[in-house]
Antibody, heavy 126, light 108 residues
């Protein structure tokens, strides 16, 4: 069974750091782009960033709201993706989801998320 | 603009057909995908590409696209379809990765 499990969430003070982990199983982890998304309480889904698979040298992209503060990395030997969050703000409070990304083409390109973890909660508060 | 616009709320009578739409200029060049999210749970993929359903998604869910609008249609809505639905697209460079604001579907 293909599965993603996030961990590392918790309560943290503004300005501090936190590292989330995403452990994958049931698939060839290194072949896939892995993303992080978040959802603030009562709000919609927001992209945080992603890290491409080994075929694309593990390059990363980030949302403007977190660029320069958050860093995504991966350890394919352990099938784990990380989200390092520094200089946390109260507005970073959210459920954080790790996902597996896919792509295809049928006249147009398309990208989609076929596997989601259950999420881990991050609360930034003094 | 890379934004995706959805109606905040839609309702449908049990057993009837409902269409949820998603508008954005980028949808002229990319297919959207659709996700269902029930309270307290992670989103679930329901439609991707031109009109593809993952295994386990009932065939009452279908997708279509025309111009700058992607649509998710539920034919014969069931009580268990009551949820939030989000459209999503990502461009090839990864510069734009966007969710719509979500549509809350109520089944009456």
């Amino acid at each position: 069974e293909v599965q993603l499990v996030e961990s590392g969430g918790g309560l943290v003070q503004p300005g501090r750091s936190l590292r989330l982990s995403c452990s994958g199983s049931g698939f060839s982890f290194g072949d896939y782009t892995m993303s992080w998304f978040r959802q603030a309480p009562g709000k919609g889904l927001e992209w945080v960033g992603f890290i491409r698979g080994k075929a694309y040298d593990g390059t990363t992209e980030y949302a403007a709201s977190v660029r320069g503060r958050f860093t995504i990395s991966r350890d394919d030997s352990q099938s784990i993706a990380y989200l390092q969050m520094d200089s946390l703000k109260t507005e970073d409070t959210a459920m954080y989801y790790c996902t597996r990304d896919r792509s295809g083409w049928e006249r147009y390109d398309y990208y989609y998320i076929d596997v989601w973890g259950k999420g881990t909660t991050v609360t930034v508060s003094s | 603009s890379s934004e995706l616009t959805q109606d905040p709320a839609v309702s449908v009578a049990l057993g009837q057909t409902v269409r949820i739409t998603c508008q954005g200029d980028s949808l002229r060049s990319y297919y959207a995908s659709w996700y269902q999210q029930k309270p307290g749970l992670a989103p679930v993929l329901v439609i991707y590409g031109k009109n593809n359903r993952p295994s386990g998604i009932p065939d009452r869910f279908s997708g279509s696209s025309s111009g700058n609008t992607a649509s998710l249609t539920i034919t014969g809505a069931q009580a268990e379809d009551e949820a939030d639905y989000y459209c999503y697209y990502r461009d090839s460079s990864g510069t734009h990765v966007v969710f719509g604001g979500g549509t809350k579907l109520t089944v009456l």
